[in-house]
């Protein structure tokens, strides 16, 4: 059973960091993508940052040069060190894995909630 475990919400005031965990386990098939997305309150979830297998990222718009993701192949972990906090940033973040099945599944964390306080 794929299991995600996500740590390192919290609260924090404007222009304060956090770094966001997400450990993996029970994956068989391999990972094609590890990724972050968020959700604010009244708001559609949206892709934050996204890593491939191959280390190659992207990310959101309103996060480029202020987040950074990163895994540790080994330990099937994503991080995602975030910066420069804004207000704006405040939401529920969710880690996402997309496994290497013909067609892949997705998983889902259970959230981990950031908030910027202003």
């Known amino acids: 059973q794929v299991q995600l475990v996500e740590s390192g919400g919290g609260v924090v005031q404007a222009g304060g960091s956090l770094r966001l965990s997400c450990a993996a386990s029970?994956?068989?098939?391999?990972?094609?993508?590890m990724g972050w997305y968020r959700q604010a309150p009244g708001k559609q979830r949206e892709l934050v940052a996204r890593?491939?297998?191959?280390?190659?990222?992207s990310y959101a718009d309103a996060v480029k040069g202020r987040f950074s993701i990163s895994r540790d192949t080994a330990k099937n972990t994503a991080y995602l060190q975030m910066n420069s906090l804004k207000p704006e940033d405040t939401a529920v973040y969710y880690c996402?894995?997309?496994?290497?099945?013909?067609?892949?599944?997705?998983?889902w964390g259970q959230g981990t909630q950031v908030t910027v306080s202003s």
């Open positions: 890593i491939t297998s191959g280390g190659s990222t």
């Open positions: 029970g994956i068989i098939f391999g990972i094609n993508f």
């Open positions: 996402n894995i997309e496994d290497q099945r013909r067609p892949p599944l997705n998983y």
